[in-house]
C-alpha cells in the first residue's frame, strides 16, 4: 500500500502554516481583506520554500466561503474540495510539459468559461520558465485583461528567464531561502507527531544538507526515518547521505594547517576508498574551514551547532601556533575552485589532492610567497645592477631607484636588431638618498640602511645619465629621433597596429608648444597613413608614448611629406657616419628585396601587367609578430 510522502502530508494548509515567508503572506492576507485581489501573480524562488502551496492557499483563500476572519478555513466545501485536489475551479498547468503554443491557445480559449463552484478560477503555471517564445506571446493579451472571474499565478526558480513583457504584468513575490533554524523547527515538529527519535546534532545535519529548501529537508528526514534504526543519529545519518566522520575531516584540515602534506592526501584517499560522495566531502571540508575561520575571527557563537567536543577540538587547532587566518582564507578559496573541477576531473579526489597540496605549500609560510610574486612578473635583478632594499630598510631610510635606458646610437634609424638588444638589456639602477633623509639624525634602523646602501653602491655599475631635456633651451629635432627607437618600443607594447603604421611615418620637424610642451609633426608617406595616425585615439596613443620616452608633454601632428622613404632608409653616405651594422643590415635588406623580386607569385603579377611601385621588407621585431 503506498504510503503519503512527508513533504505531501506536511504541506502548509494556511498562511499560519508557510513558515519564514511573512513579507509574502502578510501582503496576501491584507489584499484578500481589503478586496483587491490582483489578476496576475509571480512566485519565484528556491525549490521547496512553499511556491505552488501559497499559490493553493490563495486559491482557498479567496474563494473560502466559511465564517472566519483569516481566510482559508478548510472546512468549507470549496476548501476541502481544492485541499483534495477535486476542484475544477484549479487548474493546475505544468509548464515543462505544455510549453507549446497550442496549449496557451486552448487555455486562452477556456479563460471565459465562468467558474464551476467558485467565484474566482484559478489558474497556477508551475515552471513556467518553460514556455516557448510563441506561447509566452500567446499569453500577453490574456494576462494582462483576464476575464474578472480569472487569476494567474505564475510560478519559476528562473525568473531571468521570463520576458519583460510578462514581468510587469504581475505582482511579483520573491520567496526566501528559509533559514536553518526554521527547518529545525519544522523537522522537530515532523518528527514529534510521526514518532520518528531524532538526534538534535542530526536535524541540524540535515537541515543544513537542505540548503534552505522545505522539501529537500522532509525528503531527507523520510528516507531516514525507514532506514531501519531505533534512533536517528549523526553518524546514520553521515553514512546514509555518503558524508564521512567528522574525525576523518578534522585529521585532514589539521594536516592543511600544519603543512603535513602526505596525512592530508591519506585523509583524502580514505574517504574516496570508504564510498564518500565527492561533491559531499568537499561540502565537509568548507564547513570545517568555515568554522575556523568563525573561530579567528572571533565569531564562535554562531557554531553551536558542531557539538561541545567538536568545536573544542577545533579551538584547539586554531590557537597552535602555526595557524594562519590568512591560509584558512586561502585555503576555502583554492577547495571551492576545486568544486568546478569534480565534474570533468578524471580522478574524483584529484582536485580535492591539488587544493590540499597548493593550500599546505603556501600555509607554509610567508617564504613561499616570494618566489610567486617575482613569478608574476617581477625579473631577478640581473649582475652588477643595484638592488632595491627591502621593506626593513624602506622603513628606516627613503631610497629611489631610478631606471636608466641608455640613448640610442646616433642617427636616424638603428639597424633592425638593435631595438631588440636595448630591451632585452636588464635595466640599471641608481641609488639616490633624499637630501632631508640625510641631513636626519641618524637612527639604529637609518644605520642599517646606510649600510646596505654602502653595500650596493660597491656593486654597481655607473651608468651614463642620458642628456635631460628639461636642461636645454630647446629640443632639437636630431634628439628626438635619437629617442625615435624607444617610443616605437612603447608603441609596440600599447599597440601593434598602431606601431605597424609608424613603419611609415618619422619625426620631421619639432616646435615649442608652450608650457613646457613641444609639437612634433609626423611626416607621412601617404594620406592614408596620415588620416589612421590622426584619429583621436590613435593619436593620443601616440602623444602619451612620446611624452614617456622624451620625459616633456607632446603634440603630435600628421601630414604628408614627401621623401619620407629616404629617411626610413638612409642612404649609406649619409653625414650620420653608419656603422658596419648598419651595412649589414642595409645589404640583407637588398637580398631580401632581390628575393621578393624573384618570387614566383612577384613574376606571374609581373607577366599579366602588374607594376612594382615599391618594396619594403618588414622584420619580424618591426611589426611586432
Not at 76 to 97: F, H, K, M, N, Y
Not at 264 to 278: K, S, T, V
Not at 554 to 569: D, F, K, N, P
Amino acid at each position: 500500500m503506498a504510503t503519503q510522502a512527508l513533504y505531501n502530508k506536511w504541506r502548509a494548509q494556511t498562511f499560519d502554516q508557510v513558515l519564514g515567508q511573512e513579507h509574502i503572506t502578510r501582503t496576501l492576507r491584507n489584499q484578500i481583506k481589503a478586496g483587491r485581489i490582483g489578476h496576475a501573480y509571480l512566485f519565484t524562488g528556491l525549490r521547496g520554500t512553499g511556491k505552488t502551496s501559497t499559490a493553493r492557499i490563495l486559491a482557498k483563500a479567496v474563494n473560502c466561503v466559511g465564517d472566519v476572519a483569516e481566510p482559508p478555513c478548510n472546512a468549507c466545501p470549496i476548501c476541502r474540495s481544492i485541499t483534495q485536489s477535486a476542484s475544477l475551479d484549479l487548474i493546475e498547468i505544468d509548464a515543462a510539459s505544455n510549453r507549446g503554443i497550442d496549449e496557451i491557445r486552448d487555455l486562452r480559449d477556456r479563460v471565459h468559461f465562468v467558474p464551476h463552484q467558485c467565484r474566482y478560477k484559478v489558474y497556477v503555471i508551475d515552471e513556467v520558465h518553460m514556455l516557448t517564445t510563441e506561447a509566452f506571446n500567446a499569453l500577453l493579451k490574456t494576462l494582462e485583461e483576464p476575464p474578472p472571474h480569472v487569476i494567474f499565478v505564475l510560478c519559476t526558480t528562473e525568473p531571468h528567464r521570463l520576458p519583460d513583457t510578462i514581468l510587469s504584468r504581475c505582482q511579483r513575490f520573491d520567496f526566501r531561502r528559509i533559514s536553518v533554524e526554521t527547518l529545525v523547527h519544522k523537522l522537530r515538529l515532523i518528527s514529534k507527531e510521526e514518532g520518528i527519535a531524532v538526534a538534535p546534532d542530526a536535524l541540524e545535519f540535515i537541515a543544513r544538507r537542505a540548503t534552505g529548501s522545505f522539501r529537500d529537508a522532509e525528503s531527507l528526514l523520510d528516507q531516514l526515518a525507514v532506514y531501519g534504526a531505533d534512533e536517528i543519529t549523526l553518524d546514520l545519518v553521515q553514512r546514509a547521505l555518503g558524508s564521512v566522520s567528522w574525525a576523518l575531516v578534522c585529521r585532514l584540515v589539521e594536516a592543511l594547517v600544519r603543512g603535513d602534506i602526505p596525512t592530508g592526501l591519506r585523509a583524502i584517499n580514505q574517504a574516496m576508498d570508504a564510498g564518500a560522495e565527492p561533491r559531499q566531502f568537499l561540502s565537509d571540508i568548507l564547513d570545517h574551514l568555515r568554522a575556523l575561520l568563525y573561530l579567528g575571527v572571533g565569531g564562535d557563537e554562531s557554531l553551536e551547532y558542531l557539538g561541545v567536543e567538536s568545536l573544542a577540538a577545533m579551538r584547539a587547532l586554531a590557537s597552535r601556533d602555526g595557524f594562519s587566518l590568512g591560509a584558512i582564507v586561502r585555503a576555502i578559496r583554492l577547495f571551492n575552485e576545486a568544486g568546478q573541477g569534480l565534474r570533468g576531473a578524471a580522478r574524483p579526489q584529484l582536485p580535492l589532492e591539488l587544493a590540499l597540496v597548493e593550500s599546505a605549500l603556501v600555509a607554509d609560510g610567508d617564504a613561499a610567497q616570494a618566489p610567486s610574486s617575482r613569478s608574476r612578473g617581477q625579473p631577478e635583478p640581473a649582475v652588477g645592477a643595484a638592488v632595491a632594499p627591502g621593506p626593513a630598510a624602506a622603513r628606516g631610510a627613503s631610497e629611489a631607484v631610478v631606471e636608466v635606458t641608455p640613448a640610442p646610437p646616433a642617427g636616424n634609424r638603428p639597424p633592425v636588431g638593435a631595438l631588440t638588444a636595448e630591451a632585452k638589456a636588464p635595466p640599471r639602477a641608481i641609488s639616490a638618498e633624499p637630501p632631508a633623509r640625510a641631513a636626519s639624525a641618524p637612527t639604529p634602523e637609518s644605520e642599517t640602511a646606510q649600510a646596505n646602501r654602502e653595500m650596493v653602491a660597491e656593486h654597481t655599475v655607473e651608468a651614463p645619465t642620458p642628456e635631460e631635456p628639461a636642461a636645454r633651451q630647446e629640443i632639437s629635432l636630431e634628439w628626438v629621433r635619437n629617442h625615435w627607437p624607444l617610443f616605437l618600443l612603447k608603441v609596440n607594447l600599447r599597440s601593434k597596429q598602431v606601431r605597424a603604421l609608424l613603419n611609415s611615418a618619422y619625426p620631421v620637424s619639432v616646435r615649442s608648444h608652450g608650457g613646457g610642451a613641444i609639437g612634433i609633426t609626423l611626416g607621412c608617406e601617404a594620406s592614408f597613413h596620415r588620416d589612421m595616425l590622426s584619429d583621436d585615439k590613435r593619436r593620443t596613443l601616440l602623444e602619451e608614448a612620446l611624452s614617456e620616452a622624451l620625459g616633456v608633454p607632446c603634440h603630435v601632428e600628421c601630414a604628408v611629406q614627401a621623401g619620407v622613404q629616404g629617411l626610413l632608409r638612409p642612404s649609406a653616405g649619409s653625414p650620420e657616419g653608419p656603422s658596419a651594422d648598419m651595412f649589414d643590415a642595409e645589404r640583407t635588406a637588398r637580398q631580401s628585396e632581390q628575393e621578393l623580386l624573384s618570387h614566383p607569385i612577384v613574376k606571374e603579377l609581373q607577366r599579366r601587367g602588374g607594376r612594382i611601385t615599391s618594396v619594403r621588407v618588414y622584420d619580424q621585431d618591426e611589426t611586432g609578430g
